[in-house]
Structure formats: C-alpha cells, structure tokens
C-alpha cells in the first residue's frame, strides 16, 4: 500500500519563502511529483523528482530523499497568486502506466 | 489552445437518473484516467484506459463506468448516481513513450438533487 502525508494548512506573507513538505511510504517508488491546484480547477504540473537532490525551476523547487521517504516544495517570493494547494503524488514503479497516488494537499494561503 | 476538455464543466443530475461526463484530448496521448475529487480530498483515480485496454481500480464501484471509442475520447458513465456521488471528475491523460507527467482537464463538478 501507500501512505503520503503533507500539512493541511499554511499561511505565508508576500514575498516571503515557504516550504511544504511531504512523507511517503510507498513500495515500487518510482517517482514524485508535485502539482498545484486553485480552488476549483485542475492540477497543474510544477516539478517531478526521481533521484534524490534538488530541482529547480524559476521561484519553485522541489527536494527529494528517497531514503528518508521525503520531499519538499520550497516557493521563493511568494505571489498572492500562489495561494492554491499543492498536491504530493507518488508514483509507483511496474504499474506499467504513469499511475499516481495522491496526498491530500496543502493549502497554501498568501497574505499581503 | 486547450489540450484536455471536459464538457460540461458543470453537471447537475437527479438521483438514479444516468449522467456521462466526457473528455477530449489533443495531445493524442495513449492514456487516459478519470478521477473523482471530493471537496478537501485528494484525487482519487477510478479507472485509465492505456490504449483500448481499461483498467479499473479495485475499489471502484460498479455504479461507475467507461468507454473510450477513440484515441481522442474518453466518456465517463454513472449508471445510477447517488448523493455521495457528488464531486469535481477529473480527466487527465498521459504518454508513456515521451513525458511522465499528467494533464488535466478542467473539470466536471457533478451536482446530485
């Protein structure tokens, strides 16, 4: 089976930076990804992390260790318009397909 | 220029009275899924058709069907919707020869009266 935990619920300033942070435990891991979604419409991919380390891209980057089971989602400068939840999936290795299974979300809510 | 449509964006249905959502792609992707989303919950896949070939999850219930005629076309059929059937489907496909990430459709939110 699969277990992904991420926090429920963050607040951050504007401008600020915010790391949302998720666990797994998984068996067959072949792949994390992390996708942001407003309210109300789909999941947009952001980032996906297969080997351990980090990936960056513009004001996101996403951290990986397999060993430990963990990921994060690191947002610099943050937008108002990054108030959205961000959604953990894991992938599983021989299911053939890109099938994901996916954590709960965080939402994340940016003040002025 | 929008790559996976679901019409309608909003559905609302009668209790027991069968309702098909659909989806379209033009990514020409192999795969295909549909998921349902329940307010403040994850994405939880129902079934994925990877070519013609459908695979349904094991915990899926029977009340929920699919039918994909073409490569571009997905439908999803609720036989008989109940209350708890109420929530945002999701169309997302796939292409295993290129890219590993999923694309989403906008959305269907079903509304159960």
């Known amino acids: 089976g699969q277990n992904i935990d991420q926090p429920t619920e963050m607040t951050a300033t504007e401008g600020a930076i915010v790391q949302i942070n998720c666990t797994y435990q998984?068996?067959?891991?072949?792949?994390l990804f992390w996708y942001q979604q407003h309210a109300g419409e789909a999941p947009t991919f952001l980032s996906y992390n297969v080997l351990d380390g980090l990936e960056e891209k513009g004001r996101f980057s996403s951290f990986l260790s397999r060993s430990k089971g963990y990921s994060y989602l690191l947002l610099k400068e943050l937008q108002m318009k990054d108030s959205a939840s961000y959604l953990c999936?894991?992938?599983?290795?021989?299911?053939?397909?890109?099938?994901?299974?996916f954590g709960t979300g965080t939402r994340l809510l940016v003040s002025p | 220029d929008a790559m996976v449509i679901q019409n309608p964006r909003y559905q609302v249905t009668q209790f027991g009275k069968p309702v098909t959502l659909s989806c379209s792609q033009t990514?020409?992707?192999?795969?295909m899924y549909w998921y349902q989303q329940k307010s403040s919950q994850a994405p939880k896949l129902l079934f994925h058709y990877y070519d013609k070939d459908f695979n349904n999850e094991a915990d899926t219930p029977d009340n929920f069907q699919s039918r994909r005629p073409n490569t571009s076309f997905c439908f999803l059929d609720i036989r008989s919707p109940g209350l708890g059937d109420a929530a945002m489907y999701l169309c997302?496909?796939?292409?295993?020869?290129?890219?590993?990430?999923?694309?989403f459709g906008p959305g269907t939110r079903l509304t159960v009266t």
């Open positions: 999936a894991v992938r599983r290795r021989n299911t053939g397909f890109q099938k994901l299974v």
């Open positions: 998984t068996s067959g891991f072949n792949g």
């Open positions: 990514l020409n992707h192999n795969v």
């Open positions: 997302a496909t796939s292409d295993t020869q290129t890219r590993y990430e999923q694309y």
